[in-house]
């Protein structure tokens, strides 16, 4: 049989790996939620912070190996999407994973040596590859950082410091949620003032829906990136 393929023979990967980033308070996890089937894996303690009629099921993870341990032992068959909250807790645990089992790659500080850095990059491709292999599509969360790009502002996801570049190259979307005046909306596209990836030909602003009203009450199914993300990337 022939290595080479025809465009028609290719095979495609449908599996989703994004990244969502927003300022506090912006309704990120329940964004992430919107997933299909989603599992929410708690890093960060923000459960309490969501509408009790927005919350799935939940890992609430101590320490780096409990995801480890979820992904390798426990059943997932009801869930299609892993919910990382937040993916910048998630890679702080992480590190201190990789210190405590290699201590010469760490630092007085708690940070990790250049070489640590490295590592942390090939243990979040081989996260990324497990989830793959279990099937799943993952959405991280993160909160955002402000920097200067001369004198302009830029939002970044804070997600991995001066190790993101790296680790962004895993992730197939890249999305910055902002508010617009009483609406919200989120960008795939990288722009002068936010990051992005948009592998997809996504929309290049699009509006989030209100799924509750004043009272807190549910107006609307919470969808968003079911319907208007994952089905148009596959």
């Given at each position: 049989m022939s290595l080479i393929?025809?465009?028609?023979?290719?095979?495609?990967?449908?599996?989703?790996k994004m990244l969502i980033y927003g300022q506090a308070g912006m309704g990120k996890t329940t964004l992430a939620l919107s997933s299909?089937?989603?599992?929410?894996?708690?890093?960060?303690?923000g459960i309490n912070r969501i509408n009790y009629s927005h919350i799935k099921d939940t890992v609430q993870v101590e320490k780096y190996d409990d995801i480890l341990t979820l992904?390798?032992?426990?059943?997932?068959?009801?869930?299609?999407?892993?919910?990382?909250?937040?993916?910048?807790?998630m890679l702080d645990s992480m590190t201190s994973y990789i210190i405590r089992n290699n201590p010469k790659l760490g630092r007085a500080?708690?940070?990790?040596?250049?070489?640590?850095?490295?590592?942390?990059?090939?243990?979040?491709t081989s996260l990324c590859r497990l989830i793959n292999e279990k099937n799943k599509d993952v959405v991280f969360v993160a909160h955002r950082q402000t920097t200067m790009d001369?004198?302009?502002?830029?939002?970044?996801?804070?997600?991995g410091g001066s190790n993101y570049d790296a680790l962004v190259t895993e992730l197939d979307l890249v999305g910055y949620l902002e508010a617009n005046g009483s609406k919200r909306t989120i960008t795939f596209e990288p722009t002068s003032r936010s990051d992005?990836?948009?592998?997809?030909?996504?929309?290049?602003?699009?509006?989030?829906?209100?799924?509750?009203?004043?009272?807190?009450n549910e107006i609307a199914e919470n969808n968003f990136l079911e319907e208007k993300v994952f089905k148009h990337y596959r």
């Open positions: 393929k025809k465009p028609n023979e290719l095979n495609v990967q449908t599996k989703i299909p089937n989603p599992l929410l894996i708690d890093f960060d303690n992904l390798n032992k426990e059943d997932l068959s009801a869930y299609d999407t892993l919910i990382i909250d937040t993916g910048g807790k500080n708690g940070m990790l040596t250049q070489n640590g850095y490295g590592q942390r990059k090939a243990e979040f001369g004198d302009d502002v830029r939002y970044v996801p804070l997600f992005g990836k948009n592998t997809c030909n996504l929309p290049p602003v699009m509006e989030i829906p209100t799924i509750l009203d004043k009272d807190g």
